[in-house]
């Protein structure tokens, strides 16, 4: 489902109180999409917040790469909160997918499985078919970690399966 708002985008309209109602619904309900159109003073705030929210992400892979992990997982983790309170199903996914490569950065292959198959989840739910297959990829990666190599593959296989249907247009 799709519900839309329009209008001034002011705090004096209730439409903050609207954008939190909504962000809480569209986690709470699979398939529900909520729009606003409109100018205001809440207009940039919601733009700020998404930018602030995707540039933490940002920040906290170079971290990692850099092999600050405390510092990655604490702006992953702010990302994650971000997204969260935008209803930000699409930049949740990744951020689960973030955090879960952060746990196999620091060998917790245990949460790193669980907040992938997190975010594999939500992907799956809105069909980011590309956040999916790199999230079954890293779980092919944790499983072959841990040693179980039947799940690796199955892991691995699903990804690929899901290239090849999109290769063949299905």
């Known amino acids: ?14 439409y903050d109180l609207l954008l939190s109602a909504a962000s809480r619904a569209c986690m709470d309900e699979p398939g529900l999409y909520f729009a606003v159109a409109g100018e205001g003073p809440l207009r940039r705030e919601l733009d700020d917040r998404h930018g602030i929210g995707s540039s933490m992400q940002n920040l906290a892979v170079l971290a990692l790469y850099r092999g600050e992990v405390d510092t990655a997982l604490s702006m992953s ?29 620091q060998g917790d292959l245990e949460e790193s499985r669980r907040l992938l198959e997190r975010g594999l989840d939500i992907q ?13 990829l890293d779980l092919g990666l944790v499983h072959l970690r841990a040693g179980d ?5 199955e892991r691995i296989m ?9 290769a063949n247009g299905l």
Do not use: M, Q
């Open 124 to 136: 799956r739910d809105i069909g980011d078919r590309h956040g999916a297959n790199k999230t079954l």
């Open 149 to 153: 190599l039947d799940a690796a593959r």
């Open 77 to 105: 983790r702010e990302a994650l909160a971000i997204h969260e309170e935008l209803g930000d199903r699409y930049n949740i996914g990744h951020s689960y997918l973030a955090l879960g490569d952060i746990f196999l950065w």
């Open 158 to 166: 699903e990804c690929l399966g899901t290239v090849v249907d999109e």
């Open 1 to 14: 489902f799709l519900v839309g708002a329009a209008g001034a985008l002011d705090r004096s309209k209730g």
